[in-house]
Nanobody
């Protein structure tokens, strides 16, 4: 499975961005998808996860209520809508996939990773 993340950019605090993660390859399996983020010198941090059906999702406490993860399986794409962005949301955002029927929030549980997209929030 190949993952391609896009949609990052520079935005002012309080603004919004929508990240996309397009999947290709062996997409017929049941994949849980996740978004993670990382800043230099820190470990990769869980942001959000969603099951294949889209019926179950989970968020990090720091983004809950501001970010929304969704997926369109017909388009093999997962989205991360980010609202009310804060400077501390600045990071490289990665999407990830794993064959699972459950949502997963540990990075080591994921088998496939995209290349990352930079999100910068200015104050």
């Amino acid at each position: 499975v190949q993952l391609q993340a896009s949609g990052g950019g520079l935005v002012q605090a309080g603004g919004s961005l929508r990240l996309s993660c397009a999947t290709s390859g062996r997409t017929s399996s049941t994949y849980a998808m996740g978004w993670f983020r990382q800043v230099p010198g820190k470990e990769r941090e869980f942001v959000a996860t969603i099951t294949w059906s889209g019926g179950n999702s989970a968020y990090a406490a720091s983004v809950k209520g501001r970010f929304t993860i969704s997926r369109d399986n017909a388009k093999n794409t997962v989205y991360l809508q980010m609202n009310r962005l804060k400077p501390e949301d600045t990071a490289v955002y990665y999407c990830a996939a794993v064959i699972s029927v459950k949502p997963l929030w540990e990075s080591q549980d994921y088998d496939y990773w995209g290349q990352g997209t930079q999100v910068t929030v200015s104050s």
